[in-house]
């Protein structure tokens, strides 16, 4: 290839690259960097003692969400889910950096720093599973997945 069609070549690819971006909705760029640092904490999957299905043992189980990001995060309608389908949506909930909400699989009454997702019976495998994070848009945050050998409990 001759040097004028390499440089028409990359002119063209790097045009193309630029239009691309430019092209792309605000939203997208606000919604990764309004999301960067949020991440699933840890996952309580297999509650302790036997899965007795009674409120204290389905809120033995739980996942939590924690933002290690620079800014606050609003979760409204971010979404919690794992392989069979079971998803916790949030509703209004502001993460300040560095805090950190509880959901529990259960009943209870929510508040600032726990949910429950009034479930009656134990949602998570114990031998393994995967939870992920979506934005309200749908995009995946953080994924968190865990093996028969973690005892019941991951930090991810």
Same mark, same amino acid.
């Given at each position: 290839?001759? +040097? ?20 792309? %909705? ?21 509650? %302790?003692?036997? *899965?007795?299905? /009674? ?26 889910? *794992?392989?069979?389908? /079971? $998803? ?7 993460? +300040? ?15 600032? #720093?726990?949910?429950?997702? *009034? ?10 599973? +995967? ?14 997945? #865990? ?6 409990? $991951?930090?991810?």
């Amino acid at each position: 290839m001759s +040097r004028t069609a390499r440089t028409l070549t990359a002119t063209a690819l790097i045009t193309g690259a630029m239009l691309t971006a430019a092209a792309m %909705p605000a939203s997208a760029h606000q919604d990764d960097r309004r999301h960067r640092g949020l991440e699933i904490g840890q996952v309580q999957y297999d509650a %302790p003692g036997p *899965d007795r299905r /009674n409120n204290r043992s389905l809120n033995s189980e739980f996942f939590t969400v924690v933002n290690n990001g620079r800014h606050a995060v609003q979760l409204r309608n971010y979404t919690v889910s *794992d392989r069979d389908g /079971n $998803t916790y949506t949030f509703d209004r909930l502001r993460l +300040r950096r560095g805090q950190e909400v509880t959901v529990h699989t259960g009943h209870g009454q929510d508040h600032r #720093w726990h949910r429950y997702q *009034d479930s009656n019976r134990h949602l998570y495998d114990n031998n393994r599973g +995967r939870l992920t994070l979506r934005t309200d848009g749908g995009n995946r945050v953080d994924q968190c997945r #865990w093996g028969r050998g973690d005892g019941g409990h $991951t930090d991810c």
